[in-house]
């Protein structure tokens, strides 16, 4: 056997090791920092598809209540009470929400038997046929962002002052506990933009100013354009995902 031979036989020398242990430590960071970042951009992906299917969600959960809206307003009913309203009462433009007037029923839209609550004696009495005449109660539904939450809040007025009674029950902030809770429509909200069209032709824009100037033009408010912005980190890094819906209310 001859002397390299013997060399090779016995494994690497102190010098090759020297040299090869550094070089593989290297290489070892690189597969292990490529994986990371692999893991890294998957998670981003995943996170980045569940906010975009969580904001799509959001905004179709609002389709109704803006379809079936009787009319949009800057404040809450005269009939309805809100002792958890911010200082100084809800105001649309201040408070950056969405106020609706919806009509009140013994059950929800979807269901084919629900009635249309009417007032009572205004002007007849229940038992009235003409009792169609009479004022129909509605009710007010609050589209409002607190603490990264879209939340939607229902009041609705007395009702023994109607001739039915509706299906809705008023809610409050969940940390109430004597109410039903507020629905939570989506989380991890960044942004909440509104915009408020005209009846006249559906594409003249009322901006905020006008409206918060002149409250009185709500009742022109035909369609509206809800636009939602959610963020979410994700190793350290923000995720950010928007979703709009344009909708025009039922005449």
């Known amino acids: ?80 009470n809100d002792l958890y309203a911010p200082a100084g009462g809800w105001d649309a433009i201040e408070d950056n929400a969405l106020i609706i007037y919806e009509s009140s029923y013994t059950k929800n839209r979807q269901s084919s038997d629900r009635q249309l609550i009417y007032k009572k004696d205004m002007p007849h009495a229940c038992d009235s046929s003409l009792l169609y005449e009479n004022q129909y109660s509605t009710n007010t539904l609050i589209l409002f962002v607190n603490n990264k939450k879209l939340y939607r809040r229902i009041l609705i007025p007395d009702q023994s002052n109607n001739c039915l009674t509706t299906f809705r029950q008023q809610t409050c902030p969940p940390e109430v506990g004597s109410c039903p809770s507020d629905s939570i429509i989506a989380e991890n909200v960044k942004e909440l933009k509104l915009r408020y069209f005209r009846r006249n032709n559906n594409q003249e824009e009322i901006d905020a100013a006008t409206l918060l100037a002149s409250p009185s033009f709500f009742v022109q408010i035909s369609r509206v354009e809800l636009s939602l ?13 928007n979703a709009k819906i344009d909708i025009k209310k039922v005449e």
């Open 1 to 80: 056997m001859t002397s390299n031979n013997m060399n090779r036989q016995r494994g690497f020398t102190l010098v090759e090791v020297i040299v090869v242990i550094p070089m593989l430590a290297i290489v070892v960071a690189i597969l292990i920092t490529f994986m990371v970042n692999i893991y890294a951009s998957l998670l981003s992906k995943n996170d980045r598809l569940q906010l975009e299917a969580n904001a799509q969600n959001a905004l179709f959960n609002t389709r109704d209540d803006l379809l079936s809206a009787v009319r949009f307003s800057g404040k809450i009913q005269s009939d309805t």
């Open 229 to 241: 912005t959610l963020e979410k980190m994700v190793n350290a890094e923000p995720v950010t995902v």
